[in-house]
Protein backbone atom coordinates (compact mmCIF):
# COMPACT_ATOMS: atom_id res chain seq x y z
CA UNK A 1 0.00 0.00 0.00
CA UNK A 2 2.89 2.90 0.81
CA UNK A 3 4.81 1.94 -2.53
CA UNK A 4 1.50 2.56 -4.63
CA UNK A 5 0.93 5.69 -2.50
CA UNK A 6 4.29 6.93 -3.30
CA UNK A 7 4.11 5.94 -6.97
CA UNK A 8 0.74 8.03 -7.12
CA UNK A 9 2.16 10.61 -5.58
CA UNK A 10 5.51 10.91 -7.84
CA UNK A 11 3.00 10.61 -10.72
CA UNK A 12 1.30 13.98 -9.45
CA UNK A 13 4.16 15.56 -8.74
CA UNK A 14 5.40 15.10 -12.20
CA UNK A 15 2.09 16.45 -13.44
CA UNK A 16 2.70 19.59 -11.12
CA UNK A 17 5.80 20.07 -12.30
CA UNK A 18 4.91 19.65 -15.84
CA UNK A 19 2.07 22.27 -15.26
CA UNK A 20 3.53 24.91 -13.27
CA UNK A 21 6.87 25.37 -15.70
CA UNK A 22 6.70 28.23 -17.05
CA UNK A 23 5.04 29.42 -20.63
CA UNK A 24 6.68 30.68 -22.85
CA UNK A 25 4.64 32.99 -25.72
CA UNK A 26 5.93 33.92 -28.95
CA UNK A 27 5.18 35.31 -32.15
CA UNK A 28 3.46 31.90 -33.29
CA UNK A 29 3.46 29.21 -30.52
CA UNK A 30 3.28 28.09 -26.81
CA UNK A 31 5.44 26.37 -25.34
CA UNK A 32 7.01 24.79 -22.32
CA UNK A 33 10.60 23.85 -22.07
CA UNK A 34 11.21 19.81 -20.81
CA UNK A 35 14.70 18.83 -19.21
CA UNK A 36 14.64 15.44 -20.84
CA UNK A 37 18.62 14.23 -19.50
CA UNK A 38 21.27 16.81 -17.68
CA UNK A 39 24.73 15.83 -16.39
CA UNK A 40 26.42 15.68 -19.88
CA UNK A 41 29.74 17.58 -20.36
CA UNK A 42 29.93 19.93 -23.09
CA UNK A 43 27.55 18.27 -25.38
CA UNK A 44 27.78 18.97 -29.13
CA UNK A 45 24.97 16.83 -31.05
CA UNK A 46 22.14 14.17 -30.52
CA UNK A 47 20.84 11.47 -32.65
CA UNK A 48 17.61 9.72 -32.17
CA UNK A 49 17.40 6.37 -32.51
CA UNK A 50 14.07 3.96 -33.10
CA UNK A 51 13.85 2.73 -29.45
CA UNK A 52 13.17 6.40 -28.41
CA UNK A 53 16.63 6.76 -26.55
CA UNK A 54 18.90 9.21 -27.95
CA UNK A 55 22.81 9.08 -28.45
CA UNK A 56 25.06 12.66 -27.50
CA UNK A 57 28.39 13.19 -28.08
CA UNK A 58 30.33 15.04 -25.42
CA UNK A 59 32.91 16.75 -26.78
CA UNK A 60 36.01 15.86 -24.50
CA UNK A 61 35.51 12.60 -27.04
CA UNK A 62 32.35 10.58 -25.31
CA UNK A 63 29.42 8.82 -27.13
CA UNK A 64 26.63 8.52 -24.35
CA UNK A 65 23.39 6.84 -24.33
CA UNK A 66 19.93 7.94 -22.81
CA UNK A 67 17.30 6.04 -22.73
CA UNK A 68 13.72 6.95 -23.70
CA UNK A 69 12.94 7.86 -20.03
CA UNK A 70 15.65 10.39 -20.40
CA UNK A 71 17.92 7.99 -17.93
CA UNK A 72 21.30 8.74 -18.76
CA UNK A 73 23.55 5.84 -18.88
CA UNK A 74 26.79 5.60 -16.38
CA UNK A 75 29.53 4.34 -18.69
CA UNK A 76 29.79 6.19 -22.36
CA UNK A 77 29.41 3.49 -25.91
CA UNK A 78 32.74 2.09 -26.55
CA UNK A 79 34.48 1.39 -29.19
CA UNK A 80 34.92 4.73 -30.55
CA UNK A 81 38.27 5.64 -32.63
CA UNK A 82 40.98 7.75 -31.05
CA UNK A 83 39.73 11.39 -30.42
CA UNK A 84 41.34 14.24 -29.20
CA UNK A 85 39.96 16.87 -27.33
CA UNK A 86 41.86 19.93 -28.70
CA UNK A 87 40.80 23.74 -28.13
CA UNK A 88 37.53 23.88 -30.06
CA UNK A 89 37.63 20.17 -31.34
CA UNK A 90 37.21 16.89 -29.88
CA UNK A 91 34.16 14.17 -30.62
CA UNK A 92 31.68 16.82 -32.82
CA UNK A 93 28.42 15.07 -35.05
CA UNK A 94 26.79 12.24 -34.65
CA UNK A 95 23.99 11.23 -37.30
CA UNK A 96 22.54 7.92 -37.70
CA UNK A 97 22.59 6.21 -41.59
CA UNK A 98 19.24 7.06 -43.16
CA UNK A 99 18.72 3.01 -43.22
CA UNK A 100 19.94 2.89 -38.97
CA UNK A 101 17.06 0.39 -38.15
CA UNK A 102 18.68 -2.57 -40.64
CA UNK A 103 22.14 -2.00 -41.04
CA UNK A 104 23.22 -0.42 -37.22
CA UNK A 105 25.79 2.46 -38.80
CA UNK A 106 26.39 5.44 -36.66
CA UNK A 107 28.52 8.43 -38.23
CA UNK A 108 30.76 10.74 -35.92
CA UNK A 109 32.84 13.71 -37.06
CA UNK A 110 36.03 14.34 -34.63
CA UNK A 111 39.19 15.81 -34.18
CA UNK A 112 41.38 13.45 -34.82
CA UNK A 113 45.34 12.94 -33.80
CA UNK A 114 47.89 12.34 -36.48
CA UNK A 115 50.82 12.94 -38.43
CA UNK A 116 51.55 16.86 -38.95
CA UNK A 117 48.69 17.57 -35.65
CA UNK A 118 45.53 17.18 -35.91
CA UNK A 119 42.18 17.37 -38.48
CA UNK A 120 38.62 16.88 -38.93
CA UNK A 121 38.17 12.64 -39.42
CA UNK A 122 34.69 10.73 -40.33
CA UNK A 123 34.30 7.39 -38.96
CA UNK A 124 31.30 5.12 -38.98
CA UNK A 125 30.62 1.66 -36.39
CA UNK A 126 27.74 -0.33 -36.02
CA UNK A 127 26.09 -0.16 -32.60
CA UNK A 128 25.31 -2.84 -31.00
CA UNK A 129 23.54 -0.86 -27.84
CA UNK A 130 26.49 -0.81 -25.83
CA UNK A 131 29.31 -0.49 -28.32
CA UNK A 132 30.87 0.29 -31.97
CA UNK A 133 31.94 -2.92 -33.36
CA UNK A 134 33.53 -2.54 -37.37
CA UNK A 135 34.58 0.96 -36.88
CA UNK A 136 36.08 2.04 -40.22
CA UNK A 137 37.57 5.92 -40.93
CA UNK A 138 35.64 7.64 -44.26
CA UNK A 139 37.33 10.98 -44.44
CA UNK A 140 40.47 12.23 -43.15
CA UNK A 141 40.80 16.49 -43.87
CA UNK A 142 44.25 16.97 -45.24
CA UNK A 143 47.31 18.28 -44.47
CA UNK A 144 46.88 18.60 -40.39
CA UNK A 145 47.58 21.42 -38.65
CA UNK A 146 48.43 22.26 -35.11
CA UNK A 147 45.84 25.25 -34.39
CA UNK A 148 42.73 24.48 -32.09
CA UNK A 149 40.63 26.36 -34.30
CA UNK A 150 37.42 25.91 -36.71
CA UNK A 151 37.19 22.00 -37.50
CA UNK A 152 33.22 22.38 -38.30
CA UNK A 153 31.83 20.02 -38.16
CA UNK A 154 28.20 18.61 -38.97
CA UNK A 155 27.23 15.58 -41.08
CA UNK A 156 23.86 15.17 -43.25
CA UNK A 157 22.59 12.41 -46.09
CA UNK A 158 20.04 13.80 -48.31
CA UNK A 159 17.82 11.79 -50.07
CA UNK A 160 20.18 10.30 -52.33
CA UNK A 161 22.27 8.42 -49.92
CA UNK A 162 25.40 11.34 -50.49
CA UNK A 163 26.80 12.07 -46.84
CA UNK A 164 27.87 15.67 -46.54
CA UNK A 165 30.86 16.54 -44.26
CA UNK A 166 31.01 20.46 -43.59
CA UNK A 167 34.99 21.58 -42.52
CA UNK A 168 36.38 24.62 -41.42
CA UNK A 169 39.21 26.77 -42.50
CA UNK A 170 41.16 25.86 -39.29
CA UNK A 171 42.41 29.16 -38.78
CA UNK A 172 44.39 29.16 -41.73
CA UNK A 173 42.13 31.45 -43.62
CA UNK A 174 44.01 30.89 -47.07
CA UNK A 175 43.46 27.08 -46.87
CA UNK A 176 39.82 28.20 -47.61
CA UNK A 177 40.78 29.35 -51.21
CA UNK A 178 42.92 26.38 -52.08
CA UNK A 179 41.01 23.12 -53.40
CA UNK A 180 43.85 21.60 -53.21
CA UNK A 181 43.32 21.50 -49.36
CA UNK A 182 40.10 20.01 -47.77
CA UNK A 183 40.17 22.93 -45.25
CA UNK A 184 37.02 25.34 -45.57
CA UNK A 185 35.10 23.37 -47.61
CA UNK A 186 32.00 21.15 -48.12
CA UNK A 187 33.07 17.21 -48.74
CA UNK A 188 30.29 15.07 -50.47
CA UNK A 189 31.04 11.20 -50.21
CA UNK A 190 29.17 7.95 -50.57
CA UNK A 191 28.09 5.96 -47.23
CA UNK A 192 30.81 3.83 -47.43
CA UNK A 193 33.39 6.99 -47.82
CA UNK A 194 33.99 6.65 -51.84
CA UNK A 195 34.28 9.72 -53.84
CA UNK A 196 31.62 10.41 -56.01
CA UNK A 197 31.97 9.84 -59.86
CA UNK A 198 29.99 13.39 -60.06
CA UNK A 199 31.79 15.96 -57.79
CA UNK A 200 33.05 19.12 -58.89
CA UNK A 201 36.47 18.40 -59.06
CA UNK A 202 36.95 14.16 -60.10
CA UNK A 203 39.69 13.76 -62.26
CA UNK A 204 41.78 17.37 -61.47
CA UNK A 205 45.23 16.79 -60.15
CA UNK A 206 45.40 20.30 -58.61
CA UNK A 207 42.26 19.81 -56.38
CA UNK A 208 40.56 17.48 -53.48
CA UNK A 209 37.80 15.14 -55.47
CA UNK A 210 36.21 14.95 -51.99
CA UNK A 211 35.53 18.99 -52.16
CA UNK A 212 31.95 19.66 -53.16
CA UNK A 213 31.72 23.59 -52.47
CA UNK A 214 34.76 25.69 -50.65
CA UNK A 215 35.36 29.55 -49.61
CA UNK A 216 33.69 28.80 -45.83
CA UNK A 217 35.10 29.94 -42.37
CA UNK A 218 33.85 27.67 -39.78
CA UNK A 219 30.21 25.39 -40.72
CA UNK A 220 29.01 24.01 -37.88
CA UNK A 221 25.31 24.05 -38.60
CA UNK A 222 23.76 21.75 -41.84
CA UNK A 223 20.54 20.82 -42.45
CA UNK A 224 18.53 19.30 -45.76
CA UNK A 225 15.85 21.46 -46.98
CA UNK A 226 13.70 17.75 -47.94
CA UNK A 227 10.92 19.88 -50.35
CA UNK A 228 14.14 20.43 -52.45
CA UNK A 229 16.95 17.84 -51.46
CA UNK A 230 18.99 21.07 -50.81
CA UNK A 231 21.71 21.21 -48.37
CA UNK A 232 21.47 24.42 -46.22
CA UNK A 233 24.84 25.47 -44.20
CA UNK A 234 25.44 27.75 -41.51
CA UNK A 235 28.83 29.35 -40.80
CA UNK A 236 30.78 31.11 -37.93
CA UNK A 237 32.12 34.75 -39.13
CA UNK A 238 34.44 36.66 -38.13
CA UNK A 239 33.93 39.93 -36.05
CA UNK A 240 30.20 40.07 -37.93
CA UNK A 241 29.13 37.97 -40.99
CA UNK A 242 27.96 34.56 -39.73
CA UNK A 243 26.48 33.29 -43.24
CA UNK A 244 23.40 30.85 -44.08
CA UNK A 245 24.47 29.46 -47.26
CA UNK A 246 22.77 26.59 -49.77
CA UNK A 247 26.53 25.04 -50.99
CA UNK A 248 26.41 23.99 -54.55
CA UNK A 249 28.76 21.52 -56.49
CA UNK A 250 32.11 23.26 -56.97
CA UNK A 251 30.49 26.90 -55.72
CA UNK A 252 33.22 28.80 -54.37
CA UNK A 253 31.34 30.78 -50.92
CA UNK A 254 34.19 33.51 -50.86
CA UNK A 255 36.02 33.41 -47.60
CA UNK A 256 38.47 35.47 -47.08
CA UNK A 257 38.30 37.27 -49.90
CA UNK A 258 34.68 38.43 -49.06
CA UNK A 259 32.87 38.24 -45.69
CA UNK A 260 30.57 40.99 -43.85
CA UNK A 261 32.65 40.63 -41.12
CA UNK A 262 35.84 42.47 -39.83
CA UNK A 263 39.01 41.80 -37.99
CA UNK A 264 38.52 40.68 -34.07
CA UNK A 265 39.22 43.89 -31.75
CA UNK A 266 40.49 46.39 -34.63
CA UNK A 267 37.73 46.27 -37.19
CA UNK A 268 39.49 46.39 -39.95
CA UNK A 269 38.42 45.22 -43.48
CA UNK A 270 39.25 41.66 -44.38
CA UNK A 271 39.70 40.59 -48.30
CA UNK A 272 38.09 42.60 -51.10
CA UNK A 273 34.86 43.98 -49.39
CA UNK A 274 31.48 42.18 -49.41
CA UNK A 275 31.11 40.94 -52.97
CA UNK A 276 32.83 39.37 -56.03
CA UNK A 277 32.14 37.97 -59.23
CA UNK A 278 32.23 34.39 -59.05
CA UNK A 279 31.74 34.00 -55.91
CA UNK A 280 28.70 33.05 -54.16
CA UNK A 281 26.45 35.64 -51.48
CA UNK A 282 25.06 34.37 -48.19
CA UNK A 283 21.50 33.95 -48.66
CA UNK A 284 21.46 35.95 -45.24
CA UNK A 285 24.28 36.90 -42.58
CA UNK A 286 24.04 38.44 -39.19
CA UNK A 287 25.66 41.85 -37.79
CA UNK A 288 27.23 41.46 -35.03
CA UNK A 289 27.85 38.21 -34.92
CA UNK A 290 25.61 35.60 -32.96
CA UNK A 291 27.93 32.43 -33.23
CA UNK A 292 25.62 30.15 -34.88
CA UNK A 293 25.80 26.17 -33.94
CA UNK A 294 23.41 23.38 -35.01
CA UNK A 295 20.23 24.25 -37.16
CA UNK A 296 17.28 22.52 -39.05
CA UNK A 297 14.09 23.47 -40.84
CA UNK A 298 10.33 22.39 -38.81
CA UNK A 299 8.24 20.48 -40.58
CA UNK A 300 5.76 18.72 -38.20
CA UNK A 301 2.51 18.86 -36.78
CA UNK A 302 3.13 19.90 -33.26
CA UNK A 303 3.80 23.47 -33.89
CA UNK A 304 2.01 23.95 -37.09
CA UNK A 305 2.59 27.68 -36.93
CA UNK A 306 6.25 27.32 -37.46
CA UNK A 307 5.84 25.04 -40.36
CA UNK A 308 8.68 25.64 -42.76
CA UNK A 309 10.50 27.71 -40.52
CA UNK A 310 14.46 27.22 -39.78
CA UNK A 311 15.95 27.08 -36.24
CA UNK A 312 19.24 28.32 -35.59
CA UNK A 313 20.89 28.24 -31.95
CA UNK A 314 22.67 30.77 -30.77
CA UNK A 315 26.53 30.55 -28.88
CA UNK A 316 26.79 33.83 -27.66
CA UNK A 317 23.42 35.05 -27.54
CA UNK A 318 22.39 32.20 -25.21
CA UNK A 319 19.33 31.96 -27.74
CA UNK A 320 16.95 30.25 -29.92
CA UNK A 321 16.61 31.71 -33.66
CA UNK A 322 13.65 31.18 -35.73
CA UNK A 323 14.13 32.38 -39.43
CA UNK A 324 10.96 32.71 -41.54
CA UNK A 325 10.97 31.88 -45.17
CA UNK A 326 9.74 32.85 -48.34
CA UNK A 327 10.05 31.52 -51.63
CA UNK A 328 13.41 30.58 -50.46
CA UNK A 329 14.49 33.55 -49.05
CA UNK A 330 14.52 35.09 -45.21
CA UNK A 331 11.71 36.81 -44.23
CA UNK A 332 11.49 37.41 -40.65
CA UNK A 333 13.65 36.38 -37.40
CA UNK A 334 12.20 35.62 -34.17
CA UNK A 335 14.81 35.25 -31.16
CA UNK A 336 13.59 33.37 -28.34
CA UNK A 337 14.84 31.72 -25.06
CA UNK A 338 17.72 34.69 -24.23
CA UNK A 339 19.71 33.96 -21.22
CA UNK A 340 17.43 31.27 -19.96
CA UNK A 341 19.50 27.77 -20.86
CA UNK A 342 22.61 28.97 -21.74
CA UNK A 343 24.52 28.75 -25.15
CA UNK A 344 22.96 26.63 -27.72
CA UNK A 345 25.24 24.34 -29.24
CA UNK A 346 22.38 21.93 -31.22
CA UNK A 347 19.06 22.06 -32.56
CA UNK A 348 17.35 19.16 -33.92
CA UNK A 349 13.99 18.40 -34.53
CA UNK A 350 12.55 14.85 -33.27
CA UNK A 351 11.14 12.08 -34.20
CA UNK A 352 8.11 12.52 -31.85
CA UNK A 353 7.53 16.02 -34.37
CA UNK A 354 8.88 18.10 -30.81
CA UNK A 355 12.15 20.83 -31.01
CA UNK A 356 15.41 19.42 -29.02
CA UNK A 357 18.34 21.56 -28.02
CA UNK A 358 21.56 20.90 -26.69
CA UNK A 359 23.13 22.97 -24.28
CA UNK A 360 27.22 23.65 -24.58
CA UNK A 361 28.28 23.32 -20.31
CA UNK A 362 30.02 21.55 -18.39
CA UNK A 363 26.53 20.22 -16.78
CA UNK A 364 24.82 20.61 -20.70
CA UNK A 365 21.41 19.31 -20.90
CA UNK A 366 19.34 17.73 -23.48
CA UNK A 367 15.85 19.88 -23.50
CA UNK A 368 12.57 19.73 -25.89
CA UNK A 369 9.96 22.74 -26.47
CA UNK A 370 6.65 20.61 -25.73
CA UNK A 371 3.59 22.85 -27.19
CA UNK A 372 0.80 24.39 -24.75
CA UNK A 373 -2.63 25.22 -25.48
Known sequence: MTKIRLSLLLCCACVVTAVSAQTHTTEQARFVVETVSSGLDHPWSVAFLPDGGYLVSERPGRLRLIDANGKLSPQPVEGL?????????????????????????????????????????????????????????????????GTGRHFGSRLVFDRDGFLFITLGDRGAQARAQDVADHAGSVIRLHDDGRVPADNPFVGRDDARAEIYSYGHRNIQGATLHAPSNQLWTHEHGPQGGDEINLPRAGVNHGWPVITYGVNYGIGTRIGEGTAKPGMAQPLYYWVPSIAPSGMTFYDADAFPAWQGDLFVGSLKFRLLVRLELRDGKVVAEERMLADELGRIRDVRQGPDGLLYLLTDDDDGQLVRLRPVG
Open 81 to 145: PPVLAHGQGGLLDVVLHPQFASNRWVYLSYAEPGVGGVGTAVARGRFDGQRLDDVEVLFRLMPKS
